[in-house]
């Protein structure tokens, strides 16, 4: 069902009125975790100010070391949706265990399913059972094929509203935390009808490469980019080392405009 050859068509993913995969380029950011609703509205307000209407924030954490920060779970679902009302904007969260699906939904308006759970089949069905947007992340180390089977399972839920996002797959090269895979995004367009956006701070784990990475995505014909923003990246509780904070946000997304394709 994902495949472009049974729907030849674009699929339009429509998040708070925000269009996605209609030929317009779109941005989601926020930080990695959700610390304080001050913290989020700070960048909440940053994003607004450019424009921007799709915030993300993680409050379930899937760290690879269990004594890091988890996130704030539900509270921080709760956090997201106040600051999403007082600056209407649209909220991404990462959900983790199938049965937080039908609370969180309360409170967010896409569901991401993360990196290390590309291939939990039980949250890829309860995702694709809900009406709500899913923001599907490529596995650590998946194949495109396995990503887009990965989407099949939350189509075939009835849930066509799919965002693929490339973040960068495991390689021999450590130069990068991962290796960003941009030819997957031309690959993932001709071969499914579903929007296709690039998470350059997971791909790259390096603030240096934020500003390229975007370009190369927003050239290559993605629909979006992701990147993590943080008031004050140094005391954040993940990913310090590649969220930028609120001047280094400004200078990329000005960088970037000229360069984005408007609907
Ligand atoms: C995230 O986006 O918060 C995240 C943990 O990314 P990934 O699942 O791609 O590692
Ligand atoms: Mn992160």
Known sequence: LVSRKKK?????????GETIGDGGQSFIVGPCAVESFEQVAAVAEAAKKQGLRLLRGGAFKPRTSPYDFQG?????LKILKQVADEYDMAVISEIVNPADIETAVDYIDV???GARNMQNFELLKAAGSVRKPVLLKRGLAATLQEFMNAAEYIIAQGNDQIILCERGIRTYEKATRNTLDISAVPILKQETHLPVFVDVTHSTGRRDLLLPTAKAALAIGADGVMAEVHPDPAVALSDSAQQMNIDQFNEWINELRPLVQAK
């Not at 030849?8 to 708070?16: F, L, M, Q, R, S």
């Not at 704030?72 to 921080?76: A, H, N, Q, S, T």
């Open 72 to 76: 704030l779970g539900v509270e921080g």
């Open 8 to 16: 030849p068509e674009d699929t339009v993913v429509t998040i708070k």
């Open 111 to 113: 569901i991401q399913i």
